[in-house]
């Protein structure tokens, strides 16, 4: 049962720094209740290094990451309602979801918009959305990549935003919550929905109107005014899905704002990474996570390893990383919750896959456990880099706190009381309606 020391009477003496030194006292009748530790070899719920859940070794390496991440089309969800507007059949990702909760883990979706793996005869919206297209020729400019027939959607058409919207409605409507087995949402528009055309790498233009990056902003790619249009109703839609869009939006050239810097009314999006650890990340990638600097350590972010190089995907996990700068030295700059890392499970051990999962998102540490009559005041520090991405309750058996470490960022505490009589110490751990059978949170204990 529990194990209690008695705190009686601290008194505390203030000074000032005027002529008169003035005391006050206050007195705390409470009891330390001693906590046991509670460890996991997984990375916390909702981090770590994130899979393809299509990866030959997903089941193998299930007790190694948390997430699964899938791309989809906004065609395998959506098409023409002939009675109007646009039906919706979210089987697919049902699907994808369900795998994922099967071995324990949340999923990550992004739906594209253009993918030059589309080649030209599919399409990735309804049908009536896709007409006027336009073409070029995309030179990747990774090793190993070949010239694809790219074609882009006519963004030059409001139905295409307005389905955008819709469709990001529909979504919040039937994933309510990451109970349901959806962790995060990644947003964008352009190659790979990751915000940017690589226009430079663009040639050979179906279309003359469209050959000029100035023209392509409107046609190729949403236009600024209908990219926030966008941006805030999917906020006003995902208010209990985390959610992020690419850092590259930080370019004033295609990206939603104009200014030095992120506006303060933008939406609470979080951003992704998707060339973390490149050799030029510090002078390129970090430039537009300072960007966003004002908002993102507030929010869910996340990334995915160069894949510029074989080198950056062989020697991404190497201490000091494949140019310089680590896993957990990236993690705690950009505050990040996870990191796609499919190719690492090719390269690294089941282990050291745990272990650098564990070095992503955030970490939990009891400072202090206080028993005053019937109720136990459990004070919580984030000793990770991300912040707590959703509600995470204190608790002794079926018995939690009204309090939720929501919102914790590195480095905060916050004082969570739970209303019992008795607290069995063995009895208490972290809970939340959104994790999924098997799930742990690991504390330790200060």
Aim: with cysteine; net charge negative; proline share 5%.
């Amino acid at each position: 049962m529990k194990k209690l020391n008695v705190i009686v009477g601290l008194i505390f003496l203030v000074v000032t720094a005027g002529p008169l030194a003035v005391s006050c006292s206050q007195s705390y009748d409470g009891e330390y209740l001693e906590l046991p530790s509670r460890t996991s070899s997984s990375p916390s719920p909702f981090c770590g290094i994130v899979l393809w859940q299509n990866n030959s070794n997903i089941e193998t390496l299930k007790d190694a990451v948390s997430l699964e991440f899938s791309y989809f089309y906004y065609a395998d969800v959506a098409s023409d309602d002939p009675a109007g507007g646009y039906k919706y059949d979210w089987t697919v990702v049902d699907t994808f979801l369900a795998s994922a909760v099967s071995r324990g883990h949340h999923g990550i979706v992004r739906f594209r918009d253009t993918d030059p793996n589309l080649g030209n005869t599919g399409r990735s919206l309804p049908a009536s959305l896709w007409n006027c297209t336009r073409e070029a020729d995309y030179d990747e400019g990774i090793e190993g990549a070949v010239k694809k027939r790219v074609v882009f959607p006519d963004w030059s058409n409001p139905a295409i935003t307005q389905f955008i919207i819709s469709f990001y409605k529909a979504l919040a409507a039937h994933y309510p919550d990451q109970s349901t087995g959806l962790g995060y949402v990644e947003v964008g528009f352009g190659l790979w929905a990751e915000y940017h055309i690589d226009f430079d790498n663009l040639s050979n233009f179906s279309s003359s109107d469209c050959d000029t990056l100035a023209e392509a902003i409107g046609r190729l790619f949403p236009s600024k005014t209908d990219q926030r249009m966008i941006l805030n109703e999917i906020d006003k839609a995902l208010i209990t899905i985390p959610w992020g869009i690419s850092i590259d939006a930080a370019d004033t050239d295609f990206g939603p704002y104009d200014d030095d810097e992120v506006p303060e009314n933008a939406p609470a999006f979080g951003l992704f990474d998707d060339s973390l650890l490149q050799e030029k990340w510090n002078d390129t990638n970090w430039e537009n996570w300072k960007y966003f600097y004002s908002v993102f350590p507030k929010r869910m972010n996340g990334g995915e390893f160069s894949y510029y190089t074989t080198y950056d995907q062989e020697h991404a996990l190497d201490p000091n990383g494949p140019h310089g700068l680590s896993l957990e030295q990236a993690a705690r700059r950009c505050y990040l919750s996870y990191v796609i890392g499919d190719g690492q499970s090719d390269i690294v051990s089941h282990d050291e896959l745990a272990s650098a999962g564990r070095q992503i998102g955030y970490a939990l540490a009891v400072e202090n456990a206080v028993v005053f009559g019937d109720r136990v005041t459990i004070t919580v520090r984030n000793i990770g880099c991300a912040v707590i991405p959703y509600h995470l309750y204190a608790a002794f058996g079926t018995v939690q706190s009204q309090q939720s470490l929501k919102g914790l960022l590195p480095g905060e505490t916050r004082d969570l009381t739970i209303t019992i009589t008795d607290p069995d110490p063995d009895m208490f751990h972290f809970t939340s309606p959104v994790l999924l059978p098997g799930q742990v949170v690991a504390y330790t204990v200060k």
